[in-house]
């Protein structure tokens, strides 16, 4: 004998619209060898979870596991399928639950009144973003940072991003205190917003991330480095060959260094190679190496501007990169 349980529609829209404008209704259809005692069992633990709005019936031919959408008022509503198989588990669009399980399910439904049906089965990948949600943050941290950064208030630099790009920012409380009072170390004019901000948290042991918080729209989190499960990225893969990227590098001089600091022939080599040089701060800080404090040699030669850098940049145990940013500006990144 199978158990119905069944809530009228009318109390259904008024107990769900009231608070959220939006509803929803779970169906729960029994497999062709779901055990004949599941439907009670579910009945049961579902009314000891609170989970209301719910009925369960027999298997039809072509039932499975759905959500559809309709609007209902000023809201949409949910229709909720989900069918009991022969283990005893209630599988959903994108997800399954045992009967100990019935918290998960009840964040599951929180979560489609959030984020809508379809958000219960979208691919995600990286930052658990959807494919659309990751290409729209990841065009508006493209947009180029149009002013001069170095020395400014890193809250300001988030600041002009939020206005330029409508991403909210959410600063970790743990950090918030600090991240107002810290500066921008390097001048990042032209870089993108996503990459020059990357740079910048970087350099004082932080990180940003966008993120989807459950019913808001996708915005950046900034934290501390350690707790982020990933970090945007400081520069991105390109096909462009090495000429192609950054043609300045292989342009060969005549060259000879001796009596000057690694720093001070960096910043002579720098404008030359026309590209923004910027410094891994944190990674040098990490091994103390201060390139100020670095003896650069270097005999008479005839050599590119890459093996010239190359060279240099060995003397102190670093390496140097040439990246692109979103946008597919390039900048020559020294690292560890």
């Known amino acids: ?63 499975q596991a759905a959500i559809e959408e309709s609007t209902l008022g000023s809201g949409t509503h949910y229709q909720i399928t ?44 990286q930052f658990g973003l959807t494919k659309e949600q ?48 810290l500066p921008c170390r390097d001048e990042l004019q032209t870089l993108s917003y996503g990459c020059g901000l990357a740079i910048a948290l970087k350099a004082e042991g932080l990180a940003l991330a966008p993120e989807k918080p459950r019913g808001r729209p996708v915005r950046v989190a900034i934290k501390l480095a ?42 002579a080599i720098a404008p030359r190679i026309e590209m923004p040089v910027l410094w891994d701060h944190a990674a040098m800080a990490a091994k103390r190496i201060n390139p100020a404090e670095v003896e650069a040699k270097l005999p008479a030669a005839n050599m590119p501007y890459y093996r010239i850098l190359s060279r240099l940049l060995f003397q102190a145990r670093l390496h140097g990169e040439v990246k692109v940013d979103e946008a597919g500006t390039t900048f020559y990144w020294i690292s560890r």
Request: proline share 5%; net charge negative; aromatic share 6%.
């Open 1 to 63: 004998m199978i158990t119905r349980i069944i809530m009228p529609v009318a109390v259904l829209v008024i107990a769900n619209t009231i608070a959220l404008a939006d509803s929803y209704s779970l169906t729960i259809v029994t497999g062709d060898r779901a055990a004949i005692t599941a439907p009670q069992q579910w009945g049961r633990r579902l009314a000891e979870a609170g989970i209301t709005n719910v009925r369960i019936r027999g298997g039809r031919s072509g039932d």
């Open 82 to 125: 989900g069918v009991l198989n022969s283990g005893g588990k209630l599988v959903l669009p994108g997800s399954s639950f045992t009967m100990s399980q019935t918290a998960a399910l009840k964040d599951y439904l929180d979560r489609v009144l959030a984020d809508g049906g379809q958000a219960m089965t979208a691919a995600r990948g």
């Open 134 to 181: 990751f290409e729209d943050a990841f065009t508006k941290l493209g947009k180029p940072i149009t002013f001069s950064t170095a020395g400014k208030p890193l809250a300001e630099l988030t600041n002009q991003l939020s206005r330029d790009t409508g991403l909210d920012i959410e600063v970790d409380p743990l950090v918030a205190a600090t991240f107002k009072r």
């Open 226 to 267: 350690a707790d982020a499960d990933e970090a945007w990225p400081i520069g991105w893969p390109t096909k462009a060959r090495g000429t192609e990227l950054a043609p300045k590098m292989f342009e060969k001089i005549n060259v000879e260094i001796e009596g000057f600091s690694l720093q001070e022939a960096i910043d």
